[in-house]
T-cell receptor, first 114, second 109 residues
């Protein structure tokens, strides 16, 4: 693994189903983020984690949950998917929260909820 | 509320120069980022400004005026591969990134 990896890259699922998007980084970054990107809108923060064991809510957290059991992994779970959650989801990491350094993004997970 | 404004779309000619503007109103300011995003791909880092002035990096330069809440990204000697969306993001007082919707840049031969 080099950098930050997301899985799956694409998924279609029925409304009401549970779905977990996986995110793993090997850069030992403390801060990790989940964004959704929708046409015509900027990246919107769903949840974040400043360090292993802690998480926080972003701008659009409803319907999503996260966990940060260790430094490397930051899964995003949709407990009961709805069509409005159709989007492209990006996981990102940063050396430390508030760092002036860049965010590193995964390749994205395109999710379609029918 | 917090707001980042960028033009939705711009068109330029290969070999020319283009300036993409970004204006912002945020709760505090800890820095401004520019990212490039090709269609279907992840955003990649281009530049970071925290002090007023111009930062030059090869064909790309980024300018910041904190008093005006304004930044621009300048792309010189445009190449076809520069066709992409350019995202402006401001780090607010809580170190949260606020993102603009992005500017889609179309390069014509």
């Amino acid at each position: 693994i080099a950098g930050i990896t997301q899985a799956p890259t694409s998924q279609i699922l029925a409304a009401g189903r549970r779905m977990t998007l996986r995110c793993t980084q090997d850069m030992r970054h403390n801060a990790m983020y989940w964004y959704r990107q929708d046409l015509g809108l900027g990246l919107r923060l769903i949840h974040y984690s400043n360090t292993a064991g802690t998480t926080g809510k972003g701008e659009v957290p409803d319907g999503y949950s996260v966990s940060r059991a260790n430094t490397d992994d930051f899964p995003l779970t949709l407990a009961s998917a709805v069509p409005s959650q159709t989007s492209v989801y990006f996981c990102a990491s940063q050396a430390a929260a508030g760092d002036t350094g860049e965010l590193f993004f995964g390749e994205g997970s395109r999710l379609t909820v029918l | 509320g917090q707001n980042i404004d960028q033009p939705t779309e711009m068109t330029a000619t290969e070999g020319a120069i283009v300036q993409i503007n970004c204006t912002y109103q945020t709760s505090g300011f800890n820095g401004l980022f520019w990212y490039q995003q090709h269609a279907g791909e992840a955003p990649t880092f281009l530049s970071y400004n925290v002090l007023d002035g111009l930062e030059e990096k090869g064909r790309f330069s980024s300018f910041l005026s904190r008093s005006k809440g304004y930044s621009y990204l300048l792309l010189k000697e445009l190449q076809m591969k520069d066709s992409a969306s350019y995202l402006c993001a401001v780090e607010d007082s809580n170190y949260q990134l606020i993102w603009g919707a992005g500017t889609k840049l179309i390069i014509k031969p």
